[in-house]
């Protein structure tokens, strides 16, 4: 069964940049597309990026696009996620989660009701 950990949150200022990593085990992550999600405190959990598992699709969503990067390395088992220009909207706490029915180029990407196995969260607190 895939178990995912994230790491890499913090405290950052505003314009400031941050790189979470989302490590593998008890499973290859060759077969699983991998999403990032964010959850700001009183709101819904919000699709961030995902990366199918040949890591060849990527999609963001577009309140992060052209500041967030995501990538992965199946050798190391770890997926990324570079966030640049970061803004205090931003203030989450960042999930990765992975699942097998690949990208649909549709919302469904973006629903954490897709994803099968979760991480714990890291926290990114943006402020000055």
């Known amino acids: 069964q895939l178990q995912l950990v994230e790491s890499g949150g913090g405290l950052v200022q505003p314009g400031g940049s941050l790189r979470l990593s989302c490590a593998a085990s008890g499973s290859t992550l060759d077969y699983y597309t991998i999403g990032w999600f964010r959850q700001a405190p009183g709101k819904e959990r919000e699709g961030v990026s995902c990366?199918?598992?040949?890591?060849?699709?990527?999609r963001y969503a577009d309140s992060v696009k052209g500041r967030f990067t995501i990538s992965r390395d199946n050798t190391k088992n770890t997926v990324y996620l570079q966030m640049n220009s970061l803004i205090p909207e931003d203030t989450a706490v960042y999930y990765c989660?992975?699942?097998?029915?690949?990208?649909?180029?549709?919302?469904?990407?973006?629903?954490?009701?897709?994803?099968?196995?979760w991480g714990q969260g890291t926290q990114v607190t943006v402020s000055s």
């Open positions: 989660a992975g699942e097998t029915a690949g990208i649909y180029y549709s919302d469904w990407d973006f629903d954490h009701a897709k994803y099968d196995y």
């Open positions: 990366i199918s598992n040949s890591g060849d699709i990527i």
